[in-house]
């Protein structure tokens, strides 16, 4: 059971969009519609931010999107602001009952 | 509203055993859902170690199956994680959550520090 691969880093400007990719294997991201992204800002607890690769839970802004295509997944946030600056994990159902997270990635605004 | 919290001691000496206990509020942990822990070594990733269903046998991450144990305590709506033989590896920030099965993990305690060393 290997991590899920995500970029170390990206950034972008207020109002701009970024994607944030998270590759997995057939094993995981692409057997399965159970993708989840959480945001953790330093020294927080993560939260939930997307679900079952595209649903976005009751409170999450419509600024942030979710998609998948074959073993990978993507989380996209539009019109960017201060503070979407945080770090951005993914997770997957990996089968035989585990979960696997994606490394993280630091999203840094200009 | 739903609320979790780790509680546990702070510093482990190496091979000994880590145990920390997650109290829930808010939501009776017989009543459904999926209960984990997860952890992140400082500057790190998460890293999931493993869950159980409100019945059930519990799950665990291969990579550390062999020394955790993941029980719950039904009388004090709370569970626990237990993992032995630690090492300096272990140190990390322990987080305690709420799993709606496999889907996601909607609810999250605040995360408490555990450092191994003598």
């Known amino acids: 059971q290997s991590a899920l691969t995500q970029p170390a880093s990206v950034s972008g400007s207020p109002g701009q969009s970024i994607t944030i990719s998270c590759t997995g294997t057939?094993?995981?991201?692409?057997?399965?519609?159970?993708v989840s992204w959480y945001q953790q800002h330093p020294d927080k607890a993560p939260k939930l931010m997307i679900y079952?690769?595209?649903k976005r839970p009751s409170g999450v802004s419509n600024r942030f999107s979710g998609s998948k295509s074959d073993n990978t997944a993507s989380l996209t946030i539009s019109g960017l602001q201060a503070e979407d600056e945080a770090d951005y994990y993914c997770?997957?159902?990996?089968?035989?009952?585990?979960?696997?997270f994606g490394g993280g990635t630091k999203l840094t605004v200009l | 509203q739903v609320q979790l919290q780790e509680s546990g001691p702070g510093l482990v000496k190496p091979l000994e055993t880590l145990s920390l206990t997650c109290a829930v509020s808010g939501y009776s942990i017989t009543s459904g859902y999926n209960w984990g822990w997860i952890r992140q070594a400082p500057g790190k990733g998460l890293e999931w170690i493993g869950s159980k269903f409100h019945s059930g046998s519990p799950y665990y991450n291969p990579s550390l199956k062999s020394r955790v144990t993941i029980s719950l305590d039904t009388s004090k709506n709370q569970f626990s994680l237990r993992l032995s033989s630690v090492t300096a590896a272990d140190t990390a920030i322990y987080y305690c959550?709420?799993?709606?099965?496999?889907?996601?993990?909607?609810?999250w305690g605040q995360g408490t520090l555990v450092t191994v060393s003598s």
């Open positions: 057939s094993g995981d991201v692409g057997s399965y519609n159970l």
């Open positions: 079952e690769d595209t």
């Open positions: 997770c997957s159902y990996a089968g035989s009952s585990t979960w696997v």
């Open positions: 959550a709420r799993a709606h099965s496999w889907y996601y993990l909607d609810r």
